[in-house]
């Protein structure tokens, strides 16, 4: 099974409210990845977390906050956010961070079309 | 820095024709290189990928070789098909520190019959 699942598919928000995305992978994987893409742009990583602690943060704000509950349980809790907000956001898997010195392949889900409005 | 340069698209084709999408890359060291695929709704498919120079990466049809004297992974294949119409992302992953995708700027593939 090489699948990362997320949800909700879509998901719109008023500016004033509280909603999480959901990521979940059983492969085993020990990092996760949250990823935010605007149309038409490539994915711009966001968080690193590995054996369930974040490891990076890409100085995202802080109505931005993620949460890593297990090892195949990925979160991210929106709170206040702005229309300029709305993307496609992006979880991977991987193995773990590197092995032998080589970067482990990323996986990736589906996403989450988030609109706020 | 580390960057990744692609071609600009939309590259159209017919069917059954040869595809080349041009990828280079500034980075320090060794990155790694990959080729993401990005099917309409979907999320991102690792097509293939290259971690030391001269390998040659190959899935589904599709090539690219991890030229260090020119800094390039383009990507190639010998016959498109109307379902490869998708985006594909170049993108390295620098040498040490943690595992962060570094990603081109895309090049959307249209292909007709």
């Known amino acids: 099974d090489t699948e990362v699942t997320q949800t909700p598919k879509h998901l719109v928000m008023g500016m004033t409210n509280k909603k999480s995305l959901k990521c979940e992978q059983h492969?085993?994987?020990?990092?996760m990845y949250w990823y935010k893409q605007k149309a038409k742009k490539p994915p711009e990583l966001m968080f690193v977390?590995?054996?369930?602690?974040?490891?990076i943060n890409e100085s995202v704000p802080s109505r931005f906050s993620p949460e890593c509950p297990n090892s195949s349980l990925l979160n991210l809790h929106l709170h206040a956010l702005q229309p300029e907000d709305s993307a496609l956001y992006l979880c991977?898997?991987?193995?773990?961070?590197?092995?032998?010195?080589?970067?482990?392949?990323?996986?990736f889900g589906p996403g989450t079309r988030l609109t706020v409005t | 820095g580390n960057s990744v340069t692609q071609m600009e698209g939309p590259v159209t084709l017919s069917e059954e024709a040869f595809l080349t999408i041009n990828c280079t890359y500034t980075?320090?060291?060794?990155?790694?290189l990959f080729w993401y695929v990005q099917y309409p709704g979907e999320g991102l498919q690792l097509l293939l990928k290259?971690?030391?120079?001269?390998d040659k990466g190959s899935n589904k049809g599709f090539e690219a070789t991890y030229r260090k004297e020119t800094t390039s992974f383009h990507l190639e294949k010998g016959s498109v098909q109307v379902s490869d119409s998708a985006v594909y992302f170049c993108?390295?992953?620098?040498?040490?520190?943690?595992?962060?995708?570094?990603f081109g700027a895309g090049t959307r593939l249209a292909v007709h019959p």
């Open positions: 977390y590995s054996y369930e602690k974040l490891s």
């Open positions: 980075a320090t060291g060794y990155p790694s």
């Open positions: 492969m085993g994987h020990r990092a």
């Open positions: 290259a971690t030391k120079a001269d």
């Open positions: 991977a898997s991987s193995v773990g961070e590197r092995g032998r010195g080589q970067p482990y392949e990323q996986y």
């Open positions: 993108a390295l992953s620098p040498s040490g520190g943690y595992n962060k995708l570094i």
